[in-house]
């Protein structure tokens, strides 16, 4: 399988901003998708890249790097609805409908 | 439109017995999954359905785990003699084909005393 690595928890300030990281080994590498999951939902599907750069949607952003093997994503304007756990998830060709799970960053923001 | 949904919401069961688990997809997603999800863990993958057919099942633990999925819409997770090791949210995804965007289902949780 894949060996994806997330922090387990981070605290961060109502306003403030937070980064998560998300580190992965895998072979054939086709996509990186981060998913927001609070207590007793469902993950929902927050943003996906599969080639090198910065995908910004509101106050999310999500980074990746092939070559390193690292993406993060970043929370701006933290709100208190944003905590939740956050997952990083990668796909690779061939079984390119797997998803493979970290799991998760619990991010708890304080007022 | 109405996203996945997934009855019952929750399920305690005792040990040895037999569970049924429901998924109904969005409409019109040929793609369906199933994911165990412990706690303090990420998902993990179960099964993939491409229409009527699993085109995957290399993620079901042992050979008491099966799914269907006749009609190529709502699927169904069937679990004989539980063990208390299966206790777990079983999650339902589906997606418009193999390699769009997967959205879940609010998860199953079960309790197998």
Redesign the interface.
Known sequence: GQN?DQPTEMTATEGAIVQINCTYQTSGFNGL?W?QQHAG?????LS?NVLDGLEEKGRFSSFLSRSKGYSYLLLKELQMKDSASY?C?VRVMG??????????TTVTVRA | GA??SQTPSNKVTEKGKYVELRCDPISGHT?L?W?RQSL??????LI?F?GTGA??DS?LPNDRFFAVRPEGSVSTLKIQRTERGDSAVY?CAS?LG??E???????TRLLVL
């Open positions: 994806i998708f998913y939902e469902a993950p929902t599907f996906y997952l998830a079984n390119d409908y797997k998803l493979s799970f970290g799991a998760g | 996203g996945v793609a999954y994911y303090g863990q990420g998902p993990e993958f993939y491409q085109a995957d993620g999650l997606s193999r390699q965007t997967q959205y879940f289902g609010p998860g």
